[in-house]
């Protein structure tokens, strides 16, 4: 089974600041990884998909990358409505999803 | 444009079974790279609980695979969750969800 090490667990950043989000799986998987945004009692949002896609939708600050089996999410100018917990999540055709860890990101 | 509805009960005994549908409106599933549930304990993170692909095929999380059955009607407006042999550890949101839209999530609580 592959997994997704996210990191770090959570952080503290001031508005204006970058964020940066990170995510390693366990095994080659291509570009099938998503990012989730989950806001309090809330379900989680897809931002990006297929690790560098903006969804429709979603504000440019947001953007994704990939290098081999790491993965960047970026917020390029934290605000304060992006105060929530950041999911990547990897799927295939089997289908199998598995989800990072999660990363909790609070406003200084 | 898409919408996802989970319903159930939202107390279980231990020992018993979990069934929660989730109603497709405003759009086809079948359009979708894939459908399933996923489940978030209290305060903690996401885990994938199983699901289906556009195809018919259907995967589950080896570590509940024993315990889990997904199916969907034939018209592919609502899908279904059953999951057996509960215990206090099956306490979680559950969601329905395709990779772009998620249903708002139900409390399942398992307790005597």
């Known amino acids: 089974d592959i997994q997704m090490t996210q990191s770090p667990s959570s952080l503290s950043a001031s508005v204006g600041d970058r964020v940066t989000i990170t995510c390693q799986a366990s095994q080659d998987i291509s570009d099938y990884l998503n990012w989730y945004q989950q806001k309090p009692g809330k379900a989680p949002k897809l931002l990006i998909y297929d690790a560098s896609n903006l969804e429709t939708g979603v504000p440019s600050r947001f953007s994704g990358s990939r290098s081999g089996t790491d993965f960047t999410f970026t917020i390029s100018s934290l605000q304060p409505e992006d105060l929530a917990t950041y999911y990547c999540?990897?799927?295939?055709?089997?289908?199998?999803?598995?989800f990072g860890g999660g990363t909790k990101v609070d406003i200084k | 444009q898409l919408q996802l509805q989970e319903s159930g009960p939202g107390l279980v005994k231990p020992s018993e079974t979990l069934s929660l549908t989730c109603t497709v409106s405003g759009g086809s599933i079948s359009s979708s790279y894939y459908w399933g549930w996923i489940r978030q304990p209290p305060g903690k993170g996401l885990e994938w609980i199983g699901s289906?692909?556009?195809?018919?095929?259907?995967n589950y999380n080896p570590s509940l695979k024993s315990r889990v059955t997904i199916s969907v009607d034939t018209s592919k407006t609502r899908f279904s969750l059953q999951l057996s042999s509960v215990t206090a550890a099956d306490t979680a949101v559950y969601y329905c969800?395709?990779?772009?839209?998620w249903g708002q999530g139900t409390l399942v609580s398992v307790s005597s």
């Open positions: 969800a395709t990779p772009r839209t």
């Open positions: 999540q990897h799927y295939d055709n089997l289908p199998q999803l598995a």
């Open positions: 289906m692909y556009y195809s018919g095929t259907t």
